[in-house]
T-cell receptor
Framework: NAGVTQTPKFQVLKTGQSMTLQCAQDMNHNSMYWYRQDPGMGLRLIYYSASEGTTDKGEVPNGYNVSRLNKREFSLRLESAAPSQTSVYFC??????????????FGEGSRLTVL | SQQGEEDPQALSIQEGENATMNCSYKTSINNLQWYRQNSGRGLVHLILIRSNEREKHSGRLRVTLDTSKKSSSLLITASRAADTASYFCATDAGGGSEKLVFGKGTKLTVNP
């Protein structure tokens, strides 16, 4: 049982390049999240998806797009990477508790450097 | 802006001592959660406390919630070197929101 799997684990990009971070969960969870973690800033929510085909903006969505094509997978795309997007990205999933946020299960993170 | 704010930012104690971390938040919530993060790893859920609960225990962990003060505390009793990690509180925005917003965390160091 893998839980939440993120790929790639490490990536170096040049400014202006694009890339997609992949996330998959095998726990049959409805909700999935993308966060970024920067030193001294904690975790900030980029995008959230309550179910397949639905997405919603978080605190810091600018410069990112997401796609929830099926229940298992939630991808995060950087169309034109900027140095300010250098960060550690975490994907998480949760089983909805009625209309409330449940326990989040996190992946191990994707460390992105934009030069 | 971030909903939760942990205090202190860093805490260093000796093995066997208790560690207390606090979290303050701004708006009404449905529940509050605490997570732990070891260096270089993903976050791991520790405990969830609902807005109608005042205290919850899990092993050596004790969490309290005071909704009138919009604050929570995490107590780790009889700490061990293996408890060294960063601890985060996370809150939703209430009213049916599933978005979880995290604070900046408390970095706990337990010295052997």
């Amino acid at each position: 049982n893998a839980g939440v799997t993120q790929t790639p684990k490490f990536q170096v990009l040049k400014t202006g390049q694009s890339m997609t971070l992949q996330c998959a969960q095998d726990m049959n969870h409805n909700s999935m999240y993308w966060y970024r973690q920067d030193p001294g800033m904690g975790l900030r929510l980029i995008y959230y998806s309550a179910s397949e085909g639905t997405t919603d903006k978080g605190e810091v969505p600018n410069g990112y797009n997401v796609s929830r094509l099926n229940k298992r997978e939630f991808s995060l795309r950087l169309e034109s990477a900027a140095p300010s997007q250098t960060s550690v990205y975490f994907c998480a999933s949760s089983k909805r508790r009625g209309a409330q946020a449940g326990e989040l299960f996190f992946g191990e993170g994707s460390r992105l450097t934009v030069l | 802006s971030q909903q939760g704010e942990e205090d202190p930012q860093a805490l260093s104690i000796q093995e066997g001592e208790n560690a207390t971390m606090n979290c303050s938040y701004k708006t009404s919530i449905n529940n509050l959660q605490w997570y732990r993060q070891n260096s270089g790893r993903g976050l791991v859920h520790l405990i969830l406390i609902r807005s109608n609960e005042r205290e919850k225990h899990s092993g050596r962990l004790r969490v309290t919630l005071d909704t009138s003060k919009k604050s929570s505390s995490l107590l780790i009793t009889a700490s061990r070197a293996a408890d060294t990690a960063s601890y985060f509180c996370a809150t939703d925005a209430g009213g049916g929101s599933e978005k979880l917003v995290f604070g900046k965390g408390t970095k706990l160091t337990v010295n052997p």
